[in-house]
Structures are given as structure tokens and as C-alpha cells.
């Protein structure tokens, strides 16, 4: 499956941004999907992830009741609602999907097995 981010781009603190990640080849495969970001300097780290169904999700604990994860199936693909944005959201975001991870192994990056390219989030204070 070939995963393609977008959204990305310049914010002010306290603004909003919707990130997207279309899945294409073998979409129908029930992915886990997850949202990774790395800042400069920084090694890669969880922000969220999404059941197939999308009865599940997961966060990392500095973005909760922030950034929303979701998904549309029939449009093979993936959303990351920020909202709130802080300066420390800089990053590159990368979708990431999972044929084997389950909710405990979400977070972790070898869970997944196909990376989207990422797109840049760059949030100014």
C-alpha cells in the first residue's frame, strides 16, 4: 500500500490544521493507521492511531483533547484534526498503516509497515 500525506503547512499558536492521508494500492486490507511527527533533532514519535473501524483510537498524552484522529474508509483515508496548535507541534507528520499492530503496540514504530513521505508542520508563536 503506497500512504500520501498532506496538509501540512505555516501556523500561528492556537490555529488549526487538518492533515490527510490517502491510502492507495491495497487499501482493503483492514489497517491500523497511525500518525507519527518528528522535529528537527528529534527522533520519530507517536501522536495517534486509528482501529479500522475506527471504534479505537489512541494519542499521545500532549496532544489529547487537541488533535482529533479519524478515518474514511470509503475514501481510503485518514485525518488529523489539530487544533490548538502549539510551537512544540513542529514537526513532519507521517501516516503510518499496521496489517498486525493492535491498541498495545500502536505506539510503537515497527509496528508499521508502510510510511507515508511526510508533510511538514511548522507552527510559529
Known amino acids: 500500500v503506497q500512504l500520501q500525506a498532506s496538509g501540512g503547512g505555516l501556523a500561528q499558536a492556537g490555529d488549526s490544521l487538518r492533515l490527510s492521508c490517502v491510502a492507495s494500492g491495497r487499501p482493503r486490507t483492514r489497517y491500523m493507521m497511525g500518525w507519527f511527527r518528528q522535529a528537527p533533532g528529534k527522533e520519530r514519535e507517536f501522536v495517534a492511531a486509528i482501529s479500522w473501524s475506527g471504534g479505537s483510537t489512541v494519542y499521545e498524552d500532549s496532544v489529547k483533547g487537541r488533535f482529533t484522529i479519524s478515518r474514511d474508509n470509503a475514501k481510503n483515508t485518514v485525518y488529523l484534526q489539530m487544533n490548538s496548535l502549539k510551537p512544540e507541534d513542529t514537526a513532519v507528520y507521517y501516516c503510518?498503516?499496521?496489517?498486525?499492530?493492535?491498541?498495545?503496540?500502536?505506539?510503537?514504530?515497527?509496528?508499521?509497515?508502510?510510511w507515508g513521505q511526510g508533510t511538514l508542520v511548522t507552527v510559529s508563536s
Open positions: 503510518a498503516a499496521s496489517r498486525t499492530a493492535i491498541l498495545s503496540s500502536v505506539r510503537l514504530i515497527n509496528s508499521y509497515q508502510y
